[in-house]
């Protein structure tokens, strides 16, 4: 019985890793997912930015990451920049998108912050950036 009590806090703990390792898992990719259908959104079609241009991307980022059951209040406001250079390399200096740009390049940024259920660890943030070519 001593044993048990012993081997018990440890076990409970390895076991609330697991949990909390495959929940990490889960929401990053989620958040990988929001991120892509986001950009890609951003970056399709005929299109020049216009004023609901970044409530538009937000929502279809908000639309994917629900699918994913990610708690919305913990992804960060998403950030959206535009570049007009011809190409990535070497990098570009990357803006706002601004009203009226026809840009060559959209990247888009968005962090969550999970809560974690394994003492001692508290809250892990993860953050993905996609950039993707512009379709016109």
């Not at 020049?48 to 538009?56: K, L």
């Not at 990535?88 to 990247?107: E, H, I, M, S, Y």
Request: charged share 15%; aromatic share 10%; hydrophobic share 45%.
């Amino acid at each position: 019985m001593t044993e048990f009590a012993l081997i018990l806090p440890v076990f409970l703990l390895m076991t609330l890793g697991v949990v909390d390792f495959s929940r990490l898992f889960t929401s990053y990719i989620t958040l990988i997912n929001g991120v892509r259908e986001g950009v890609l959104y951003a970056a399709e079609g005929d299109r020049t930015i216009a004023a609901d241009y970044i409530a538009h991307v937000q929502a279809r980022v908000k639309t994917e990451t629900d699918a994913g059951d990610l708690t919305w209040a913990n992804v960060t406001p998403i950030t959206i920049q535009c570049t007009t250079a011809a190409t990535l390399q070497p990098p570009p200096a990357w803006t706002a998108c601004a009203d009226g740009a026809t840009p060559k390049f959209v990247r888009l940024s968005a962090t969550y912050q999970l809560d974690l259920a394994t003492p001692f660890f508290g809250t892990m943030t993860m953050t993905n950036t996609t950039t993707t070519v512009v379709v016109r």
